[in-house]
C-alpha cells in the first residue's frame, strides 16, 4: 500500500495521549524522514528501524519515505515509537492487512537484531490506548505482565518485529528467539512483612493517637521534638495503619512507578511511602528532566506519604515547593512548549528538630545555638506551609518513668482497624457528596452546609479566628480534623470536645 497507519501512544505527565503514524511512498530521491516533532531520542529511530528490518528479512522501499506523526504540534519523546514505525514502514512495501495495522496500537522499542526492547511507561500508556477506545495493543515482551493489569484490553507481547509483521498478515518467517526480560526484582507486596509495628512506640501515647487521626482522615502532620523523640519512628509506622488502596489508586501508584523506570509486575495495595534525604532540590521534589519529564517524590507519593525528615535542613525552596500540590493535588511542570502534569494526592509529614543542636527548650539541654540561627532553621517552614499543616505536635524525649509506666500499647493491627471504622464512617456521611475523606470536604461545605456545627460548637474557633490565632483556612483545617476525632470516637455530630482537641492538635491552644 503506498499510504498505511498505525497507532501509538505519546506520554505528556502521567496522562497519554494518541497518535497516529503515518508512512507514505513517493518517487524522489530514496530517503526516511521523520516529521511532527520528534526528539532526538525519536528521530534516530531511522538507523534503528533500518537495521532491525534488515535483520528480520522485512524489505523497506527503495524510495523517499516520510513518517508523519499526527497530532504535528505535540511534542514526542523517546524510542517507544519504533514498532509504529517499523509496521507502517514495512506495511507500504509488503503486503499486510490494512485495517489490522491501522487498529492496533504498537509501542516498544527496537533493538537492530529486530528484537523488542521494554520501555518505561506502558502502564500509563495502555492505560490512556484503553480509554480512547483502543482494544488491541503491541508491547514488548517484557512488559506483558505490566500491560496485563488493565482490563478490558487485549495485549500482544512480541518478542521480534517479524514476529509483530506475521500477526498483520505479512508472509515472513518468525525467528525463533529468546525475548529480552527485565532483571529480576523483588516483589512488591514483600513490603508488607517489613512494616514496622506501633507497638515499637513507647510512651508516646498522645502521639500514637495524633498519628491515628492523621491516617483515619488523611492529615498532614509536622512532628517537632529533639533527637531520640520517636519522629522517624512514628512516621514509619503510618503506612501500616492505612487501609490497603482501592483499584483506582493502586493503578494510579502502579502508573507513577512504570512512569518512574520501576519494574511493574502487580498492582501494590500498600500506600507508596515516600522519604527524600535533606539534601534533595527542588526539582527531585517536584520533577522534570532535560527532554523527558520524569515523577519526583510529590508524584511518586501520591495515594500515599511524603516524608520529610529534618525538615528544617531542606531548602526553604523546596518546603515551598509543596504549597500548590498539597492544595490542589495535582503538580503541573512546565518547560518550553511542554506542560506534564502529575497526580499530587498525597499525605505529608514532616519532622523537625526544635534547633540545628537539637536541644533548644530542653530540661537539662546544653543548647549552644544562637537566637538568630534558631529563628533561620525554623524560619524554613514557613507561614503559608504551616498553615497547610493540619496536626501540629510537640514531642519530648521519653523518660525513664515513662517507659516503666508504659503497659499497654497500640498496635499496627487495632490501629487499621480504627482507622477502617472511622473511615467507614466518614464515607457514609458523605455518600450523597464527591469526597471520601475528611481532608478532601471544601470549606465552604463544612461552615455552611448540612451538617455545618451550631454556634455554640464553633465558638472557640471563631474567637480564635478573631484573635488571629488561625487563618481561615487553619479554620477549615480544624473543622476537618475535629470531623475526623468524631468519627474515631464514633459520634454523627461535632461537640465542643472535638473542636477543643483538634484545635490543640493544631495550634496547642486550650478552650
Known sequence: MKVARTLSVALVGAEGEIVEIEADLSNQTPDFKIIGLPDKALAEAVQRVHNACANSDLALPRRRLTINLSPASLPKHGS????AIATVAVATEIAMNADSVASTVHLGELGLDGRLRPIPGILPAVLAAARAGHKRIVVPFANTQEAQLVDGVEILGAINLAQVASWHGADVCVPDEEPITLAAASDSTAATDTIPDLTDVVGQRDAVNALIAAAAGGHHLLM???PGAGKTMLA??????LPPLGDR?????????SLSGTRVVDLDRNAPFEAPHHSASVAALVGGGSRIVRPGAIA???EGILFLDEAGEFQASALDALRQPLESGTITINRAGLSAEFPAKFQLVLATNPCPCGDYGIRGGNCTCPPAAIRRYLGRLSGPLLDRIDIELTLARVSVAQRRSEVVAVSTSEARLRVAEARARAAQRLIDTRWQLNAEIPGSWLRDGPRSPSPTVRRPLDVALRKGAIT?????RVLRLAWTLADLDGKAQLGLDHIGRALFLKKGMAL
Open 80 to 83: 517507544g515509537f519504533d514498532v
Open 224 to 226: 517537632c521534638g529533639p
Open 300 to 302: 511518586r507519593a501520591t
Open 236 to 241: 514509619r509506622r503510618l503506612p501500616g495503619i
Open 249 to 257: 489508586a493502586a493503578l494510579a501508584v502502579a502508573s507513577i512507578r
Open 472 to 476: 481561615l483556612r487553619g479554620f477549615d
